[in-house]
């Protein structure tokens, strides 16, 4: 377990901020993305971040303090759904998420909030104000309730990922067990409508909570997330490779749409030389992994995962079309970063892609979400044009510029906090987007 590590202090007029994250590290997806971009430009901005984090542990810039939250990281590679030795157990926080564990659910962030609402009962006056991303736990609410000015980022809404997944349950046996493992959505309902502020990534996403979670549209704000845009840009050392496709997914579900988009390199490898790299590492077994065999497309497919930023801002770089084929996005990472590197994309029009994209032509192509043959006539548009390719491409890296930079997410969430410090609540007409 890596030692606590003190923030720099805050400059004159800084706020002390307590950021928390059940699960921060980036390789598990865009919460960790945006716990460790955010809190480096906070502190760029002169404020003072500490980043109370469980495992897998978050990878932070110089300037910003962390303190580990242990727990028991019980879906651990390469043992998830591991049984813990005897000693690891230190509270009732980790006897309750190993039993919730047991009975098919996910307690990984109600514990987390019950260790850290501990952790922060006795450092009362270190911090002015406490950023809660995504955890959304019992213990959330009851922060709030002891008294701290708190805001939570809820990057939207998981009542999506839950009707995605039961839609994609095909036995009875399947349903109950996904029904199971979100069963803390119930939780995180209770809290959001406690919680005087809940920031959110999109108008989209806005929306959904407000109409899927019940949570008041004055209590919401929209701050869109941005991209490290020095990294993720065009590199002249860099060729492309003729069609080359690729594709970034941290997540083997339904929702992202992968198994729609292997369907459509299939069907293009038929008439032409493509092959597809998926940023990403397929689960053994898993509905990604079977279609692939299913499909016969290993020797056109390349996985990989654990790259850094710049080795995938260079993947960007040799590919002619990035595709985001999810259902549903809130704001979508991805979209942004094939955008910064100016290649064009195609994506699907679920959630809020045509929001992030722009409208269809501008930056990329929008397609019906699910529609390997929609994918297909949009890849091959694009496959068939390098002028096309090349004007969609410069328009997404000046969008990126113009809308999607840390520094704005930063300025934006900042001017969320100093509200909630001063005024403990957001004022409706503070959107960002």
């Given at each position: 377990?890596?030692?606590?590590?003190?923030?720099?202090?805050?400059?004159?007029?800084?706020?002390?901020?307590?950021?928390?994250?059940?699960?921060?590290?980036?390789?598990?997806?865009?919460?960790?993305?945006?716990?460790?971009?955010?809190?480096?430009?906070?502190?760029?901005?002169?404020?003072?971040?500490?980043?109370?984090?469980?495992?897998?542990?978050?990878e932070?810039?110089?300037?910003?303090?962390?303190?580990?939250?242990?727990?028991?990281?019980?879906?651990?590679?390469?043992?998830?759904?591991?049984?813990?030795?005897?000693?690891?157990?230190?509270s009732?926080?980790?006897?309750?998420?190993?039993?919730?564990?047991?009975?098919?659910?996910?307690?990984?962030?109600?514990?987390?909030?019950?260790?850290?609402?501990?952790?922060?009962?006795?450092?009362?006056?270190?911090?002015?104000?406490?950023h809660?991303?995504?955890?959304?736990a019992?213990?959330?609410?009851?922060l709030?309730?002891?008294?701290?000015?708190?805001?939570?980022?809820?990057?939207?809404?998981?009542?999506?990922?839950?009707?995605?997944?039961?839609?994609?349950?095909?036995?009875?046996?399947?349903?109950?067990?996904?029904?199971?493992?979100?069963?803390?959505?119930?939780?995180?309902?209770?809290?959001?409508?406690?919680?005087?502020?809940?920031?959110?990534?999109?108008?989209?996403?806005?929306?959904?909570?407000?109409?899927?979670?019940g949570?008041?549209?004055?209590?919401?704000t929209?701050?869109?997330?941005?991209?490290?845009?020095?990294?993720?840009?065009?590199?002249?050392?860099?060729?492309?490779?003729?069609?080359?496709?690729?594709?970034?997914?941290?997540?083997?579900?339904?929702?992202?749409?992968?198994?729609?988009?292997?369907?459509?390199?299939?069907?293009?490898?038929?008439?032409?030389?493509?092959?597809?790299?998926?940023?990403?590492?397929?689960?053994?077994?898993?509905?990604?992994?079977?279609?692939?065999?299913?499909?016969?497309?290993?020797?056109?497919?390349?996985?990989?995962?654990?790259?850094?930023?710049?080795?995938?801002?260079?993947?960007?770089?040799?590919?002619?079309?990035?595709?985001?084929?999810?259902?549903?996005?809130?704001?979508?990472?991805?979209?942004?970063?094939?955008?910064?590197?100016?290649?064009?994309?195609?994506?699907?029009?679920?959630?809020?892609?045509?929001?992030?994209?722009?409208?269809?032509?501008?930056?990329?192509?929008?397609?019906?979400?699910?529609?390997?043959?929609?994918?297909?006539?949009?890849?091959?548009?694009?496959?068939?044009?390098?002028?096309?390719?090349?004007?969609?491409?410069?328009?997404?890296?000046?969008?990126?510029?113009?809308?999607?930079?840390?520094?704005?997410?930063?300025?934006?969430t900042?001017?969320?906090?100093?509200?909630?410090?001063?005024?403990?609540?957001?004022?409706?007409?503070?959107?960002?987007?």
């Open positions: 377990m890596p030692g606590a590590r003190a923030a720099a202090p805050a400059r004159p007029g800084g706020l002390r901020i307590a950021f928390l994250v059940y699960r921060g590290n980036p390789q598990c997806g865009g919460q960790g993305v945006y716990t460790r971009h955010l809190t480096r430009e906070l502190v760029r901005l002169g404020h003072q971040v500490e980043v109370f984090a469980g495992p897998p542990w978050p932070l810039d110089e300037g910003v303090g962390f303190t580990p939250v242990p727990g028991l990281d019980l879906y651990r590679e390469p043992d998830p759904f591991r049984w813990p030795a005897r000693r690891e157990f230190h009732w926080a980790d006897l309750g998420e190993f039993l919730i564990m047991l009975s098919g659910g996910f307690g990984e962030p109600w514990a987390f909030a019950r260790r850290v609402r501990a952790l922060l009962r006795a450092r009362r006056d270190e911090f002015d104000v406490v809660d991303n995504q955890c959304l019992t213990d959330i609410a009851a709030a309730r002891d008294g701290w000015p708190l805001l939570a980022t809820l990057h939207h809404p998981i009542t999506v990922d839950r009707a995605i997944a039961l839609e994609h349950a095909t036995t009875r046996t399947q349903r109950f067990a996904t029904r199971r493992w979100y069963g803390f959505l119930s939780m995180q309902v209770r809290t959001l409508r406690e919680l005087p502020a809940v920031l959110t990534v999109s108008h989209n996403s806005k929306s959904d909570i407000h109409e899927q979670m949570v008041a549209r004055e209590r919401l929209v701050v869109p997330v941005g991209v490290e845009h020095d990294v993720f840009r065009p590199y002249d050392d860099v060729a492309k490779r003729p069609g080359r496709l690729m594709v970034t997914t941290s997540s083997d579900v339904a929702m992202k749409g992968l198994v729609p988009l292997l369907e459509a390199v299939a069907k293009l490898r038929t008439e032409r030389d493509v092959d597809l790299m998926v940023i990403g590492r397929p689960r053994r077994g898993g509905r990604v992994a079977t279609a692939l065999e299913r499909l016969g497309l290993e020797d056109v497919v390349t996985t990989v995962s654990g790259v850094s930023d710049e080795e995938l801002a260079r993947l960007y770089g040799e590919a002619e079309v990035a595709v985001v084929p999810s259902l549903y996005e809130g704001f979508s990472l991805p979209a942004i970063e094939a955008m910064s590197c100016a290649v064009p994309v195609v994506a699907t029009t679920g959630g809020a892609l045509p929001e992030v994209v722009g409208p269809h032509g501008e930056c990329g192509l929008l397609v019906e979400p699910n529609d390997p043959d929609a994918l297909v006539a949009a890849i091959r548009t694009l496959l068939d044009d390098a002028a096309l390719r090349a004007r969609l491409g410069a328009n997404g890296r000046r969008r990126v510029m113009r809308r999607f930079t840390w520094e704005v997410t930063a300025r934006g900042a001017a969320c906090y100093d509200a909630v410090v001063h005024k403990g609540d957001l004022p409706a007409a503070m959107d960002f987007a």
